[in-house]
């Protein structure tokens, strides 16, 4: 089983910062892309930013150039720095990963999984 624990998340004023981690653990083989997606109230969760294994970037057209996602595969975690923060980024913020586990000897599973949301408020 794979656990990932999202923290970093609070109240910030617009035009502030805030940096999200997400950490996963459990019986890791290895970790494929990662990626950050967010939820507005009476919205649909939609793509953030993404970064695969080898450590390239896709982001969101709202958040280009105001955040940046990148990873420690020693520590199996993702981060989302988040700059000029706009009341249109509050949200729930989860990670994603693509987690490849070990089951028993040789056999190994690939799925995604989730973290429980942090939340992000930009508000004066």
């Known amino acids: 089983q794979v656990q990932l624990v999202e923290s970093g998340g609070g109240l910030v004023q617009p035009g502030g910062s805030l940096r999200l981690s997400c950490a996963a653990s459990g019986s890791i083989s290895s970790i494929n892309a990662m990626d950050w997606y967010r939820q507005a109230p009476g919205k649909q969760r939609e793509s953030v930013a993404a970064?695969?294994?080898?450590?390239?970037?896709n982001y969101a057209d709202s958040v280009k150039g105001r955040f940046t996602i990148s990873r420690d595969n020693a520590k199996n975690t993702v981060y989302l720095q988040m700059n000029s923060l706009k009341p249109e980024d509050t949200a729930v913020y989860y990670c994603?990963?693509?987690?490849?586990?070990?089951?028993?000897?040789?056999?190994?599973?690939?799925?995604?999984?989730w973290g429980q949301g942090t939340q992000v408020t930009v508000s004066s």
């Open positions: 994603n990963a693509d987690v490849t586990t070990v089951v028993s000897g040789t056999l190994k599973v690939r799925r995604g999984y």
């Open positions: 970064i695969t294994s080898g450590g390239s970037t």
